[in-house]
Each structure stands twice: as structure tokens, then as C-alpha cells.
């Protein structure tokens, strides 16, 4: 059964789908280039270079800025705190902006303009960094330019397919592997001009980077998921109930958010604590050479890139001989496995307090085996969740709402990644390790008492549509 609202994109299909969805994947790829190759070099730069006295000065706004740090923070007293509340926010910012930027699509600009727009923002935002008196309006054209542009595209994936297409999924997927690749490219670039050369050379690499990205996504606008009707034209067109299954649906989506947030404390730490602990702690000679902390960046992304695509081709195998898991608890099995991850850097800190040599990066790619078979379990598949699980009318909103448990996330890693000055490595890192534990036995919790709404049966699916196709009361 399909929705009668819902159109196929134009163009013929690329492997198997839409061809809508290599543009989106392109585009987002070269934002995501953009995006960590600034991340890779922010907690580095802030603590190495615009943090010191001769610098901060001429930050124009730098005194009312810390002072709003502080007031979520607390007192930030040496340069590696701010270093790390900055680094945090900034990561949490621009995932709580993707939630306004689907309610600016869905009710004003549609996603296309709305996207276009953040591309904008963001690509000013990059070349601003590259001045020290600009780094605060950076910040902000950057926590603007991401909101728009972020979920909008994601929701933009999801609307390739009707709503009980089976490629969403797998759609997500490769939308995620897009963006790996990325991640891979985007720090040897940025990390070699920003740490090899100078700062503001990364960042102007990674506004280059973002100006790709909206030439590709404009490229390609006619293969684009229909703009659905919004302002004065989607109140004259018919508009489907909310029922009791859908309140408690969304209730069931947003109570999720921080259980996901705990999940990906441990991930989210890679760009900002562990950066600063891997500088101290690694041994990154190689022949005379001292590599770039923030390769390790591209190091979790090459490993990533392999386990999404791993965790693709697993599920299909495993499909054709058995029943796959629900989504929820895909995910609970990715929580499970990414909380052991650090303890191998708990591992790490307790043989370097024992040997008093710094640790090997074979403990560091232990790590991020570990951490991106866990990862590439959670954050598509939870995608994919809300994509499907929330309704259809809400359905762009809900997209930002998902990426909500990110802005959780990394808001609590600005205030645990300034521990890393005061705590040991082994307390330190296996503080993290009992986080994401703990979020993988709520996301169980939830598959036990939530399984119905979270996983509907084909009935169930089939009863939701009856209600939703019968004409609201006038």
C-alpha cells in the first residue's frame, strides 16, 4: 500500500535508487568536509593559539561570550576549559539549529530555498574563522548555516521514498557513508594546512569545501523530492489527524533522546577531550615525524567508513537466512558494543601510569574499531527509526528533533571533556564507558515496554493507516 501524497522524484534510478540521492549524498559529503575539517582543528586552535593573551584581545565580543560559558559551564579558570566549553557548544549548537530549520522549512521556505540559504551561512561563516576578530559571528553564521541546511537534507533523503519502501534504510546508510568519506579527507586537509602551516588555512579550506556543497546540491535540484505545500496553500489542502498513537509515538521518540545522547558520549568525545589527551598521551613520532593529533580524526573515519559499510552488507547477509532486528534494538546491540570501547583507553592510561611510556596508537585503533562497529549500529539506524517511526505530518521536525540527542551530547561533553585536566585516564575514560553502558540498557528497556510503537507489526501499520486515512471531524 502507498500514500496517495506521496510523488517519485524525477530521474531514473542510481543502483537500485533514486537518483535524487546521489546529489544529497554529494552534498552533504562536501559539507561534512567542511564541517570536521573545522571540528578537527577547533579544540586544538582555541587551545594552541586563540586562547593565549596576545590573541583573545582582539576578539571582538570575547568578555560577554566567556561570561555566557560560564553561566552553563561554570567557572572556566584555565585555557583547556574554555577550550573544551567552546569546542562543546559549538559541537552541541549545531545540532540543536536542525529542529528550527525543519520548522522554517515545513511552514515558510520549503527545503530546497531553506538548505540553500544554510549553505550560505555556513560558507561565510568558514571564511570568517579565518579572522581572529570575527570568531564569535562565525560561530553564529555557522550555528545558522547547519540548522537550515542539516536536517533539511536529511529529511530530503527520507522523501525519496514512499512509506513502505524498504530502501530508506539502506538509503541512510549510504547517505552516512557519503559523509564517512568525508570525514576521512576533510582532517588530513585542514589538519595539514591548519597545525602544518597556519590556522586560518584549514578553515579557509573548509569554507572552499562548503561552497562545493551547495554547487552540487543546486546541481541536482530537479531530481529532488516535490516541495510540499506549506503556507497558505497547505492550509487549504486537507490535513490528516494526529491520533492517540501518534502522541504517544512522538512521546516515545523525544524520551528517547537522552538514552541516545548517553550512547554517544563516547563518540562524540573523538573532537574535543580526546584530542587533547591523544596530543599528551599518544606516541605520534613516525621516523622523525610528528604526526597531526588531528588525524586521528581520519583515522576514525577510514575505520568508520569500513564498519557502516560492514554493518550494510552483515544486515543483508543476515536478512536472507533470518529475520533482521528492530531498529530499537539494532541499536541497543551498538550501545552495548561502543561502550567498550573506552575502556581500551582506560586500558591504555593504566599500562602508560605502570610502564611510564606513552601509549601506542594500537591501543588508539583498538578504540576505533571498537567505537564505529557500535557507531555504525546507532546513529543511521536511529535515523531510520525517526524517519519512519514519527508521522508523516511532522515528519521534517521530527528529522531535527533526532539530531537533538547530539546537541545533548555534546553540551555534556564541553562540561566532561575539562575533567581530563584533573582526573586520570583510567577513571576518566571509564567514566564514559558506564555512560554509553547505561544507554544501552535504557534503549533495551525501551525495546521491552515500547516495542509496539517503536517496532510496529504489519497490522499494526495497517490499523494506523485506516485511522489516518479517515477524514478529520470538521
Given at each position: 500500500?502507498?500514500?496517495?501524497a ?9 543502483l ?6 546521489a546529489y544529497?549524498?554529494?552534498a ?6 567542511s564541517?570536521y575539517?573545522?571540528q578537527?582543528?577547533?579544540?586544538l586552535?582555541?587551545?594552541q ?5 596576545e590573541h583573545?584581545s582582539a576578539v ?22 574554555t577550550?573544551?566549553a567552546?569546542?562543546g557548544?559549538y559541537?552541541?549548537?549545531?545540532y ?6 525543519g ?20 560558507v ?5 574563522m579565518a579572522?581572529?576578530?570575527s570568531?564569535?559571528i562565525?560561530i553564529a553564521?555557522?550555528f545558522?548555516?547547519v540548522?537550515l541546511?542539516?536536517?533539511n537534507?536529511?529529511?530530503?533523503v527520507?522523501?525519496?521514498y514512499g ?16 559523509v ?19 590556522w586560518?588555512y ?11 556543497a551547495?554547487v552540487v546540491y ?5 531530481y529532488?523530492?516535490p ?5 497558505a496553500?497547505a492550509?487549504?489542502a486537507?490535513k490528516?489527524?494526529?491520533t492517540?498513537?501518534?502522541w ?8 528517547l ?7 554517544a558520549?563516547g563518540n562524540?568525545e ?6 587533547l ?14 604526526m597531526?593529533v ?5 583515522l576514525?573515519?577510514?575505520i568508520s ?11 543483508s ?19 552495548l ?5 573506552p575502556?581500551?583507553l ?6 602508560e601510569a605502570?610502564?611510564?611510556?606513552k601509549a601506542s596508537l594500537?591501543?588508539g585503533?583498538?578504540?576505533h ?12 539506524v ?5 524517519s ?5 505530518q ?5 528529522i ?6 547530539l546537541?545533548i551530547?555534546?553540551?555534556a ?5 575539562g ?6 585516564g583510567v577513571s576518566?575514560?571509564g567514566?564514559h564507558?558506564?555512560?554509553?553502558a547505561?544507554?544501552?540498557?535504557a ?8 516495542r509496539k510503537l517503536l517496532?510496529p ?5 495497517a490499523q494506523?493507516?485506516?485511522?489516518n486515512?479517515?477524514p478529520?471531524?470538521?
Amino acid at each position: 500500500m502507498t500514500d496517495a501524497a506521496f510523488t517519485p522524484p524525477a530521474g531514473k534510478d542510481i543502483l537500485g535508487h533514486p537518483r535524487g540521492l546521489a546529489y544529497l549524498v554529494f552534498a552533504e559529503a562536501w559539507e561534512r568536509f567542511s564541517y570536521y575539517g573545522m571540528q578537527a582543528l577547533l579544540v586544538l586552535y582555541l587551545t594552541q593559539y586563540l586562547l593565549l593573551p596576545e590573541h583573545i584581545s582582539a576578539v571582538a565580543g570575547y568578555v560577554p561570550f566567556h561570561g555566557f560559558l560560564q553561566s552553563i559551564y561554570g567557572d572556566l579558570a584555565t585555557p583547556v576549559a574554555t577550550a573544551a566549553a567552546i569546542t562543546g557548544l559549538y559541537s552541541a549548537g549545531v545540532y540543536f539549529t536542525p529542529m528550527l530549520g525543519g520548522w522554517i522549512a515545513d511552514q515558510f521556505l520549503g527545503r530546497t530555498m531553506t538548505v540553500t540559504i544554510g549553505a550560505l551561512f555556513m560558507v561565510a561563516g568558514h571564511f570568517l574563522m579565518a579572522f581572529d576578530v570575527s570568531f564569535i559571528i562565525a560561530i553564529a553564521c555557522l550555528f545558522i548555516g547547519v540548522g537550515l541546511f542539516k536536517g533539511n537534507i536529511a529529511s530530503q533523503v527520507g522523501e525519496l521514498y514512499g512509506p513502505d519502501d524498504l530502501r530508506r534504510s539502506s538509503a541512510y546508510q549510504t547517505f552516512l557513508l557519503g559523509v564517512q568519506i568525508a570525514v576521512i579527507i576533510a582532517p588530513l586537509v585542514t589538519g595539514y594546512l591548519g597545525e602544518g602551516i597556519a590556522w586560518h588555512y584549514g578553515f579557509g579550506a573548509a569554507g572552499v569545501g562548503m561552497a562545493i556543497a551547495l554547487v552540487v546540491y543546486l546541481s541536482g535540484r530537479k531530481y529532488l523530492p516535490p516541495e510540499r505545500p506549506r503556507g497558505a496553500a497547505a492550509k487549504a489542502a486537507p490535513k490528516q489527524k494526529l491520533t492517540g498513537r501518534d502522541w504517544a509515538t512522538m512521546a516515545v521518540l523525544v524520551a528517547l533522546l537522552p538514552v541516545l545522547a548517553a550512547s554517544a558520549i563516547g563518540n562524540q568525545e573523538i573532537f574535543n577531550a580526546y584530542l587533547l589527551w591523544g596530543e599528551q598521551h599518544y606516541d605520534l613520532q613516525f621516523f622523525g615525524q610528528t604526526m597531526p593529533v588531528s588525524w586521528l580524526v581520519s583515522l576514525d573515519a577510514i575505520i568508520s567508513t569500513a564498519t557502516v559499510g560492514g554493518a550494510l552488507a552483515f544486515w543483508s547477509i543476515w536478512a536472507k537466512y533470518r529475520k533482521e532486528p528492530d531498529e530499537i534494538i539494532k541499536l541497543a546491540i551498538g550501545a552495548l558494543i561502543a561502550s567498550c570501547a573506552p575502556l581500551i583507553l582506560a586500558a591504555a592510561s593504566a599500562n602508560e601510569a605502570a610502564t611510564g611510556q606513552k601509549a601506542s596508537l594500537i591501543w588508539g585503533l583498538g578504540f576505533h574499531i571498537v567505537n564505529d562497529v557500535g557507531f555504525a549500529m546507532i546513529f543511521p539506524v536511529g535515523l531510520a527509526l525517526f524517519s519512519r517511526a514519527a508521522p508523516r505530518q511532522v515528519g521534517g521536525l521530527f528529522i531535527g528533533i533526532y539530531y537533538l540527542h547530539l546537541f545533548i551530547c555534546n553540551l555534556a561533553t564541553g562540561k566532561i571533556a575539562g575533567l581530563v585536566e584533573t582526573m586520570d585516564g583510567v577513571s576518566f575514560w571509564g567514566m564514559h564507558a558506564a555512560i554509553v553502558a547505561g544507554g544501552a540498557v535504557a534503549l533495551l528497556l525501551f525495546a521491552f515496554f515500547f516495542r509496539k510503537l517503536l517496532a510496529p507489526t504489519a497490522e499494526d501499520t495497517a490499523q494506523q493507516k485506516t485511522a489516518n486515512a479517515e477524514p478529520a471531524p470538521a
